[in-house]
């Protein structure tokens, strides 16, 4: 057999054997799989300082810079449509313009002259147009999910959220509670022995999963207890070593405590390639389960990750493409900023504003 590494676990033919059985292929299966899910929460772990730096460093000064030019550009703007020379098609060109800049600003931070601008110029009032918006969501939110929600503050995302995952803890447990009553009503008073020997099986095979690692961990245990060394460096070395075991142990990591196995040379590669079919069995049960458990990591750590920065909930995530997509938002929003800067000294001349005014009305 050929390891990737000192502490690699895998199962390769020889001489005497040379295909592979169906459980030792599973296990083989098992364990690339725990690697590649243990690689990619790797990977979010080192990403997410290196992203957090990117993002705090270099994408919200730009977006604050931005947020202060496009306010800057709606003053000058609503000063220019006052001139004399102003017609009344451009002066309506200038207050869309207006409208949709000052919107912008708005939706990142409160402003009262802003507000003045924008209702000024739309003709409407900003506050009572984004009342009307949270009154349509609330009133959507409680058509589709059945519930009041009166006391709550539609301008708090993080409020409506808690309330919503609220309900659907409710709902779930109220589902989950029918369904165990029906349940209830409809089981046979008494199990059939078919019924009470497939639990007894259960019961049975979740006891001998629980032994397996339990003799895994037992013979680490015993060999790595700190008590028994009297050597101060070599019990500072099997404390540490001891840790890592009880760590693995606690979450049922069998992969972990082979891997230890091998890097302490309790086993060699001759016991791995002949582990028994029995013993297969369980393992391979053991790692799928631990399988299930890091895609259920991995998932969680994203569903973080995007609800922290505000992305898709639904959208695919890598650390790659995210990191991809900040430095092109970083490049995008410098373009922006160079542009808008330009356009702020330009549009100080009213001849060159009623040209770009002209070119607008083109390409609407």
């Not at 590649?36 to 080192?46: D, Y």
């Not at 949270?134 to 059945?146: A, R």
């Not at 001998?208 to 060394?229: T, W």
């Not at 391979?284 to 259920?296: C, H, M, P, R, S």
Request: with cysteine; glycine share 2%; charged share 35%.
């Amino acid at each position: 057999m050929t390891r990737t590494s000192a502490r690699s676990v895998s199962i390769a033919p020889d001489h005497n054997r040379p295909t592979l059985s169906k459980g030792q292929k599973a296990f083989n299966t098992l364990i690339k799989q725990i690697e590649k899910r243990r690689a990619s929460l790797s990977a979010w772990e080192e990403f997410t300082p290196a992203f957090q730096q990117k993002y705090v460093n270099e994408l919200l000064p730009l977006t604050q810079k931005m947020q202060h030019l496009r306010a800057r550009m709606a003053h000058l703007l609503d000063e220019q449509s006052n001139q004399k020379r102003i017609t009344q098609t451009e002066r309506r060109t200038l207050s869309a313009v207006i409208v949709d800049l000052a919107a912008r600003c708005l939706g990142e931070e409160d402003s009262e002259e802003l507000k003045a601008l924008y209702n000024r110029h739309s003709g409407s009032d900003y506050d009572e147009e984004r009342a009307s918006e949270l009154d349509e969501m609330k009133s959507m939110l409680e058509t589709v999910l059945g519930v009041e929600l009166d006391d709550i503050d539609m301008n708090s995302p993080d409020e409506v959220l808690d309330r919503l995952q609220t309900h659907i803890e409710q709902d779930d447990a109220a589902q989950a509670a029918e369904h165990q009553a029906r349940q209830a009503q409809s089981a046979p008073k008494k199990k059939t022995a078919k019924q009470m020997a497939a639990e007894t099986r259960r019961e049975e095979e979740e006891a001998q999963l629980s032994r397996s690692i339990r003799e895994v961990y037992r013979k680490l245990a015993s060999a790595l207890h700190p008590d028994r060394e009297s050597d101060p460096e070599e019990r500072k070395r099997k404390t540490a070593l001891m840790q890592r075991v009880n760590e693995a142990y606690s979450k049922n990591n069998l992969l972990h405590l082979l891997e230890l196995q091998l890097e302490l040379e309790h086993i060699d590669q001759n016991a791995l390639d002949n582990l028994s079919e029995d013993r297969l069995k369980h393992y391979n049960k053991i790692l799928k389960e631990q399988v299930g458990e890091l895609d259920d990591e991995i998932m969680f750590v994203e569903m973080a990750f995007k609800e922290r920065y505000g992305l898709d909930p639904m959208a695919p995530i890598t650390p790659k493409k995210i990191m991809h997509g900040l430095t092109a938002d970083v490049f995008m929003l410098q373009e922006q900023i160079e542009s808008l800067e330009y356009d702020l000294v330009e549009f100080q001349d009213l001849g060159t504003l009623k040209a770009w005014l002209k070119i607008r009305r083109r390409w609407n």
